[in-house]
């Protein structure tokens, strides 16, 4: 668990520059695009194991259902020095339902994302960079739908852009499209789903913290 506050002087570094990639191992030779990326310019608080879990449930998203995981786990190389390390959390949709929403989604599908950490040595951000995609129900194996990971990315946007509280924690999100990062097509992506090369990048602040100001 990573709970210390952590402040970043930058968003996020590119993980080309230092080895890593934009495309998280889904170990079958392919992988799912890191689309989305938590900036390191975010309120600290936000950065840690805790706080992602805390600002999900905030967006429409909370931990897996019982805390089951099926499936094996994803890594990603972030190109922080710290190689391919596994991803924090896997969050999936709740259906307004933070308590046991995530069944309902395991079944029938919906959004989800997987959560990796930059914070290696070589390029300590803090950042949190997300896999983001639509699925298909468990019937179909929680595949991504056509188009899911362009999908996922923009419904998660779109519910975190503004203001959103959960468990007296209310966050402002800004969004921002980054291009250069991502190759777009399907080479190499898990599927052959071809996605736009689209990174959205999100800064996060906290306005207040169970009904207090909270300083940044």
């Not at 309902?104 to 995609?133: I, K, M, T």
């Amino acid at each position: 668990m990573t709970n210390n506050l952590h402040a970043s002087s930058v968003a996020y570094y590119n993980p080309s520059s230092g080895g890593g990639s934009m495309l998280e191992n889904a170990g079958d030779g392919f992988g799912e695009p890191l689309n989305v990326i938590i900036s390191g310019l975010s309120t600290p608080a936000v950065l840690t194991d805790v706080g992602i879990v805390n600002y999900a449930r905030a967006i429409g998203f909370s931990e897996e259902c019982f805390n089951i995981h099926l499936g094996g786990l994803m890594s990603a190389n972030l190109g922080d020095g710290n190689g391919w390390v596994n991803q924090t959390y896997e969050l999936r949709q709740d259906y307004d339902n933070a308590g046991i929403g995530t069944c309902l989604e395991s079944v029938v599908g919906g959004n989800h994302f997987r959560v990796f950490r930059q914070n290696g040595s070589l390029a300590d951000s803090g950042a949190l960079f997300l896999a983001v995609s639509q699925e298909e129900p468990a019937t179909e194996n929680h595949n991504p739908v056509p188009n899911g990971y362009n999908i996922g990315r923009n419904n998660l946007v779109a519910a975190a852009v503004g203001i959103t509280n959960f468990d007296g924690i209310t966050y402002s999100t800004t969004a921002e499209n980054i291009t250069g990062l991502l190759p777009p097509g399907s080479e190499g992506v898990n599927h052959g789903i071809a996605q736009d090369g689209i990174v959205t990048l999100l800064q996060v602040t906290i306005i207040t913290l169970k009904n207090r100001s909270y300083d940044s």
